[in-house]
């Protein structure tokens, strides 16, 4: 039996944290054969490693080097794109997406991989909370429903254990009213509000994009892989990358329920997944 946490509905103790928080971890979200598979395809692709040249950090996360970036994991060869294409609609994400988005979520960001060794520099805290309205990164509680503009999903390949870096995030920042003070952003004040996650390959971090996060320094004697997926709701896109009105040819290799997510951002007749992970539906206007 896989060991892969599947959840029909996001539970009421997730409800209150991911509200609470902003963010919320699955634990064991990918299986051990899953997890082998992403790491194997990842190792068999060293070559597509770049630089990721935007981060340029300095003071406390500072580093002597850049984090490596992987993307275009969708499209790579056979058959190292196969364990990428299974995650674009992971059976145990469509219940958190389906509650945190309203169904007819779609991905928004081509998937991309962090990769960072011992020394590697961190990232700015940013995320603005609610200091303005920004449709495209929000949070909002309305009529018994949650609902957020960019979703992230941060799948752990590799452990990240207490004092590694990666990761870090404010809780509660995606509700809040005022701006990061550039001290906090920058880590050089009030770092005890900040909360580092420590996670086992396999584990999930589900955030939301107004959540204040940013990148601590790598200490982990591992390498740091952290594989991203971004969502957003049905009725907008916020990067370019993977929006195509029609579809790629590349695509007619994936299920119903993969090329749901890949529909660009429209609201009338479109395919909405069940929690089950297989069920597609199609319903002539949705209201939700
Ligand atoms: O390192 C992380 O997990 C956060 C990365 C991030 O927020 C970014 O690159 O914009």
Same mark, same amino acid.
């Given at each position: 039996?896989? !060991? ?15 509200? *609470? ?12 054969? !899953?997890? +082998?598979? *992403? ?60 509650? *945190? ?38 949070? +909002? ?50 770092? &005890? ?15 939301? !994009? ?8 790598? +200490?982990?004697?591992? &390498? ?11 009725? *907008? ?36 997944? &069940? ?14």
């Amino acid at each position: 039996m896989s !060991e892969t946490s599947v959840h029909v509905s996001m539970n009421a103790r997730e409800k209150y944290l991911f509200d *609470l928080q902003g963010f919320l971890v699955i634990r064991a979200a990918l299986s051990p054969l !899953e997890l +082998k598979a *992403l790491n194997e395809a990842l190792d068999a692709n060293h070559h597509q490693r770049q630089e990721d040249t935007a981060s340029a950090a300095d003071g406390n996360l500072s580093g002597a080097s850049l984090r490596g970036l992987y993307n275009g994991m969708l499209t790579w060869d056979k058959p190292w794109c196969q364990p990428f294409r299974d995650l674009l609609a992971h059976r145990t994400i469509i219940p958190y997406l389906n509650t *945190l988005l309203g169904r007819g979520w779609k991905l928004d960001h081509d998937p991309f991989i962090f990769t960072s060794a011992i020394g590697t520099e961190g990232l700015r805290l940013h995320g603005a909370g609610s200091v303005t309205f920004n449709g495209s990164r929000f949070y +909002k509680y309305q009529n018994g429903h949650m609902r957020c503009g960019l979703i992230n999903c941060q799948y752990q390949l590799t452990d990240v254990n207490p004092g590694d870096g990666g990761l870090m995030l404010i809780p509660g920042s995606h509700k809040s009213n005022y701006a990061c003070p550039d001290e906090i952003c920058a880590f050089d004040a009030d770092q &005890e509000v900040v909360q580092h996650v420590p996670m086992r390959a396999g584990d999930l971090v589900i955030f939301n !994009e107004a959540t204040t996060h940013g990148t601590l320094p790598w +200490k982990g004697v591992g &390498e740091r892989r952290s594989l991203f997926y971004r969502y957003s709701p049905k009725y *907008l896109h916020y990067t370019g990358g993977v929006y195509e009105t029609i579809l790629p040819d590349w695509t007619s290799d994936l299920t119903e329920v993969q090329r749901a997510v890949l529909e660009p951002p429209y609201v009338y007749h479109r395919p909405l997944i &069940e929690n089950d992970g297989d069920t597609v539906v199609s319903p002539r206007r949705e209201g939700e």
